[in-house]
């Protein structure tokens, strides 16, 4: 029997479509002109980027003079807290950002903080969600931004962005959200959100990596942080990586048109596969809320046993995931996403998440439900804790 | 995470796991950097000299890959040697064993070296023998360290 291979981790990243390839391959060797130049090679390049940038603005209801082309959403994520940080510095210096953000989002505020920046951590219930009601009260008369991802990378819960967008408005205060986990996967307008900043990844989507953009309403102030040539409005001075970009504008236009379908498809599957674990497997307990989450994410805590090694038991088998455990983050610490919503310590190192995506079949969650209960039976049985 | 196939060896098919039936010592220890929690159990006979040797072991563990085969391939160290040489079995000998480990799991191999100096402590003190020094001192500290970890672990 052939290994299986089965990538149940699209949450972390996404092969690139072969639509996408495809595009892509002649602005590597062919059209490969720089967009600053002149001569026809760059007025290719330049012409393709802003066609480009159209068709990224389309997914979310944006124009295009209103994105920016970044090289990571950690990068957008920066020029969003920074770049308004310093813009806005002379009105005020509070931010609220809320406890389950990506680490580019607490980082860069925990570094703003050294520069004599004020930050407020909204926290979430046991589900993850904002209370839009809680910002309301953080709210100061020096806040100066408000950041809240749109969904979540581990446990996918989807946050009430319009109703947030709509107290920041009222408030007269910016916001911004990372909607990296969501972007091109549920549909999002920045007009009818009341979102003034959002960073989006391309390779989330079926897109290449190495791209990503920020959001940027008209008319909102953002300082550089890379300055040079001027390109991107002035805002990210960088040689444009025209191949790359055009993949990210196929991934968007391939999500937009399948987008519906692909929803009602994978949430099928995701809750086929939930409710298969929960059938076989005794001791398991679902992170998140169980509706209101993307259609591609599920977190499963499996008392007893250690994260790390069920990923490695389930990698020998050929399916690949993703844990919160603290044995297998870098820095031994356990996931902060899965201890906000008030997950045991005990349970957090014993989670898994599975996400799928657009290769994911039935044939895969059959399988899955076929080797996961054994491989967790396997590690109970070595298990010192109560089985 | 990149480990040695030895290492990936014993956590696929480790060895000696398992629950021990009336056992002469069993050792309970847990390691604060991220929580994992070892048991192990032996059992002590006597060798040809009529030295006292490990005749029996056997461990059951909860933690990371690394955890998993450091207590896999300790039990195999372990067997048959004298309680002395069993108390001195430390973690660069384990390393070494698994034909290394990534340096961020090294901690997880101290584990198995403390299981087994608890399991041959509770043995002895059972048996109202004289414990050495350095082992009453690390029973001391091994004590405080699971007694943090199971407190943070009952928290629901
Ligand atoms: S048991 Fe946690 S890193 Fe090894």
Same mark, same amino acid.
């Given at each position: 029997?052939?290994?299986?291979?089965?990538?149940?981790?699209?949450?972390?990243?996404?092969?690139?479509?072969?639509?996408?390839?495809?595009?892509?391959?002649?602005?590597?060797?062919?059209?490969?002109?720089?967009?600053?130049?002149?001569?026809?090679?760059?007025?290719?390049?330049?012409?393709?980027?802003?066609?480009?940038?159209?068709?990224?603005?389309?997914?979310?209801?944006?124009?295009?003079?209103?994105?920016?082309?970044?090289?990571?959403?950690?990068?957008?994520?920066?020029?969003?807290l920074k770049g308004i940080a310093f813009a806005k510095k002379n009105k005020g210096r509070h931010i609220?950002?809320?406890?389950?953000?990506?680490?580019?989002?607490?980082?860069?505020?925990?570094?703003l903080?050294?520069q004599g920046f004020e930050?407020?951590?909204?926290?979430?219930?046991?589900?993850?969600?904002?209370?839009?009601?809680?910002?309301?009260?953080?709210?100061?008369?020096d806040t100066i931004l408000?950041?809240?991802?749109?969904?979540?990378?581990?446990?996918?819960?989807?946050?009430?962005?319009?109703?947030?967008?709509?107290?920041?408005?009222?408030?007269?205060?910016l916001?911004?959200?990372?909607?990296?986990?969501?972007?091109?996967?549920?549909?999002?307008?920045?007009?009818?959100?009341?979102?003034?900043?959002?960073?989006?990844?391309?390779?989330?989507?079926?897109?290449?990596?190495?791209?990503?953009?920020?959001?940027?309403?008209?008319?909102?102030k953002v300082e550089?942080?890379?300055?040079?040539?001027?390109?991107?409005?002035?805002?990210?001075?960088?040689?444009?990586?025209?191949?790359?970009?055009?993949?990210?504008?196929?991934?968007?236009?391939?999500?937009?048109?399948?987008?519906?379908?692909?929803?009602?498809?994978?949430?099928?599957?995701?809750?086929?596969?939930?409710?298969?674990?929960?059938?076989?497997?005794?001791?398991?307990?679902?992170?998140?809320?169980?509706?209101?989450?993307?259609?591609?994410?599920?977190?499963?805590?499996?008392?007893?046993?250690?994260?790390?090694?069920?990923?490695?038991?389930?990698?020998?088998?050929?399916?690949?995931?993703?844990?919160?455990?603290?044995?297998?983050?870098?820095?031994?610490?356990?996931?902060?996403?899965?201890?906000?919503?008030?997950?045991?310590?005990?349970?957090?190192?014993?989670?898994?998440?599975?996400?799928?995506?657009?290769?994911?079949?039935?044939?895969?969650?059959?399988?899955?439900?076929?080797?996961?209960?054994?491989?967790?039976?396997?590690?109970?049985?070595?298990?010192?804790?109560?089985? | #995470?990149?480990?040695?196939? !030895? /290492?990936?060896?014993?956590? $696929?098919?480790?060895?000696?796991?398992? &629950?021990? %039936?009336?056992?002469?010592?069993?050792?309970?220890?847990?390691?604060?950097?991220?929580?994992?929690? #070892?048991?192990?159990?032996? !059992? /002590?006979?006597?060798?040809? $000299?009529?030295?006292?040797?490990?005749? &029996?072991? %056997?461990?059951?563990?909860?933690?990371?890959?690394?955890?998993?085969?450091?207590?896999?391939?300790?039990?195999?160290?372990?067997?048959?040697?004298?309680?002395?040489?069993?108390?001195?079995?430390?973690?660069?000998?384990?390393?070494?064993?698994?034909?290394?480990?990534?340096?961020?799991?090294?901690?997880?191999?101290?584990?198995?070296?403390?299981?087994?100096?608890?399991?041959?402590?509770?043995?002895?003190?059972?048996?109202?023998?004289?414990?050495?020094?350095?082992?009453?001192?690390?029973?001391?500290?091994?004590?405080?360290?699971?007694?943090?970890?199971?407190?943070?672990?009952?928290?629901?």
């Amino acid at each position: 029997m052939k290994k299986a291979k089965i990538y149940l981790d699209y949450a972390a990243t996404t092969p690139v479509d072969k639509r996408v390839v495809k595009v892509m391959q002649p602005f590597f060797d062919k059209k490969f002109g720089n967009t600053m130049s002149l001569h026809s090679f760059g007025q290719e390049a330049k012409m393709v980027v802003e066609d480009s940038r159209e068709k990224v603005a389309n997914l979310i209801g944006a124009k295009a003079s209103e994105i920016i082309f970044t090289s990571s959403a950690t990068e957008s994520n920066n020029l969003a807290l920074k770049g308004i940080a310093f813009a806005k510095k002379n009105k005020g210096r509070h931010i609220i950002i809320s406890s389950i953000e990506h680490d580019c989002i607490v980082e860069s505020a925990s570094w703003l903080e050294g520069q004599g920046f004020e930050i407020s951590k909204l926290s979430v219930d046991r589900y993850g969600f904002v209370d839009p009601k809680e910002i309301k009260k953080l709210i100061r008369k020096d806040t100066i931004l408000v950041s809240v991802m749109h969904a979540n990378n581990e446990i996918g819960t989807i946050e009430p962005i319009k109703e947030i967008g709509a107290v920041c408005k009222k408030a007269g205060v910016l916001f911004h959200t990372d909607a990296a986990q969501s972007f091109g996967k549920i549909p999002i307008d920045v007009n009818k959100m009341n979102i003034d900043l959002l960073t989006a990844s391309s390779h989330k989507m079926y897109g290449p990596k190495g791209v990503a953009c920020l959001f940027i309403r008209e008319g909102v102030k953002v300082e550089p942080l890379l300055h040079g040539g001027g390109h991107e409005f002035g805002l990210r001075s960088s040689t444009v990586n025209t191949a790359a970009i055009v993949g990210f504008a196929k991934a968007c236009e391939l999500c937009k048109k399948e987008m519906k379908v692909e929803i009602k498809r994978i949430s099928t599957l995701r809750d086929e596969l939930i409710s298969g674990i929960f059938k076989e497997i005794k001791n398991v307990s679902l992170n998140g809320h169980s509706k209101k989450r993307l259609a591609n994410n599920i977190n499963i805590a499996f008392s007893f046993i250690e994260g790390e090694s069920l990923i490695m038991q389930l990698d020998i088998l050929g399916v690949a995931v993703s844990t919160g455990s603290a044995c297998s983050s870098r820095k031994l610490k356990t996931s902060s996403v899965l201890s906000s919503i008030g997950i045991s310590p005990l349970k957090i190192n014993g989670s898994l998440r599975l996400s799928l995506g657009r290769e994911t079949k039935k044939s895969d969650i059959d399988y899955v439900l076929k080797v996961l209960p054994k491989a967790v039976k396997k590690l109970r049985a070595i298990s010192p804790f109560k089985k | #995470m990149l480990y040695t196939k !030895k /290492v990936i060896d014993h956590f $696929k098919n480790p060895h000696n796991f398992g &629950k021990m %039936k009336n056992p002469d010592g069993v050792g309970r220890v847990g390691n604060i950097v991220c929580g994992d929690v #070892m048991q192990l159990y032996i !059992k /002590v006979g006597k060798n040809k $000299k009529k030295k006292e040797v490990i005749k &029996k072991i %056997k461990f059951e563990t909860f933690g990371c890959v690394a955890a998993l085969a450091t207590s896999s391939i300790i039990t195999d160290l372990a067997k048959g040697k004298t309680l002395e040489r069993a108390l001195n079995i430390e973690k660069a000998e384990i390393v070494k064993a698994l034909g290394g480990l990534p340096p961020i799991k090294i901690h997880c191999s101290i584990l198995a070296s403390e299981a087994l100096a608890e399991a041959i402590y509770d043995y002895l003190s059972k048996n109202n023998r004289e414990i050495p020094k350095t082992l009453q001192v690390k029973h001391k500290r091994n004590h405080q360290g699971l007694e943090k970890i199971e407190k943070k672990w009952q928290k629901k």
